[in-house]
């Protein structure tokens, strides 16, 4: 098997910048405050201060406890961060006619809110007590 090109961490670095720019960018226009993320993802105060500053490389955790403590599904995030989509790699290339190959599953309903859920079921119970 053939080795794996070297990752270039200049195109690394520039990468998480990218998102952490947006990450802070959704963050602040959903009106939280780096305190508030940080009780919510119960994440480190000296940790927290240093990324969102721009300072150091986040890992992938603390990205994506940020995302979740804003509300944000995980592809949400990522399909803000990669909203256009160029030509697909050779290896992605490949992995959708391997994937073709499979007959596809329908997608599964979007999950309700709890909220939803309990207001749904008085509706329905309001019904039933009316029509008696």
């Known amino acids: ?21 947006l990450l802070r960018t959704i963050v602040r226009m959903l009106g939280f405050t780096n305190r508030e993320i940080e009780r919510r993802a119960n994440l480190n105060h000296a940790t927290s201060v240093k990324y969102f500053r721009g300072e ?3 890992k992938l955790d603390f990205v994506l406890a940020v995302v ?4 944000l599904e995980y592809w949400e995030f990522f399909e803000l961060a990669y909203p256009e989509r160029g030509q697909p790699s050779v290896s992605g290339q490949r992995l959708r006619r391997l994937l073709n190959q499979f007959p596809r599953a329908e997608p599964a309903a979007p999950a309700r809110h709890l ?3 309990i207001e749904e079921l008085r509706r329905e119970v309001r019904a039933l007590t009316e029509k008696s």
């Open 56 to 58: 150091g490389e986040p």
């Open 115 to 117: 909220e939803e859920m």
């Open 68 to 71: 979740r403590a804003i509300g």
């Open 1 to 21: 098997m053939s080795k794996a090109p070297e990752v270039d961490q200049t195109d690394v670095q520039q990468e998480m910048s990218r998102l952490m720019e």
